[in-house]
Structures are given as C-alpha cells and as structure tokens.
C-alpha cells in the first residue's frame, strides 16, 4: 500500500514563496505519475502539475511560469517550488500517484498541506 505524506504548507505574504515535498512509501511503482492537486472549500479539487520518472512534465495554465514541478526518484519524494505566490492560490495542496490513459488518474491521495496566502 503506497502512502504519501505532504509537507510545508504555511502561512506566506503575497509575492512569496513555498516548497512543498511529498514523499512516497510502500510499494509505489516506477512507472508512477506524480501529481500536485488544490482544494478550496466547496470547490472540486483541481489539478495543478503532473511529472513522469522521466521528467516529463505538465502544468495548469494559471501556475506556469510560477510553480516547478520536481522528483527525486531515489527517494520517492516529489517537490513543489512556488513562487509569485498569489492569494487565490490559498487552497489544500494534495499529493497523488497515478498514471495516464487518456488522461490522467490519480489512485492515491495524501492527507494534504495547507497553503494560505495573505495580501
């Protein structure tokens, strides 16, 4: 059973910064997709960044330029830097492994980190 512990959250000015780390135990397997996920209250979580063991990558369109999406595969951690942080990104940050098909799919979830940004 894979398990994936997020952390890093915080609290941070506008304008700032946050990296957050997730890291991956039990039997994840190599081929795993990684992802970064926010919540808002109320609102469907949504996808945020994506990366392959190879490095490839993918991003929402209102983080690119702002947020890096890294992996360290020797130890099943996966990183997200922010920067230019903004008040609408205050949200639940959420880790996940999965993979694609026609697109992507999470099937494992961490219990999340939060992130506020304030003005």
């Known amino acids: 059973q894979v398990q994936l512990v997020e952390s890093g959250g915080g609290l941070v000015q506008a304008g700032g910064s946050l990296r957050l780390s997730c890291v991956a135990s039990?039997?994840?397997?190599?081929?795993?997709?990684m992802a970064w996920y926010r919540q808002v209250p109320e609102k469907a979580r949504e996808f945020v960044a994506t990366?392959?063991?190879?490095?490839?990558?993918d991003y929402a369109d209102f983080v690119k330029g702002r947020f890096t999406i890294t992996r360290v595969n020797a130890n099943n951690t996966v990183y997200l830097q922010m920067t230019s942080l903004k008040p609408e990104d205050t949200a639940v940050y959420y880790c996940?492994?999965?993979?694609?098909?026609?697109?992507?799919?999470?099937?494992?979830w961490g219990q999340g980190t939060q992130v506020t940004v304030s003005t």
């Open positions: 990366i392959t063991r190879d490095d490839s990558i």
């Open positions: 996940a492994a999965g993979y694609f098909s026609d697109k992507y799919y999470p099937v494992r």
């Open positions: 039990g039997s994840l397997s190599s081929s795993a997709v």
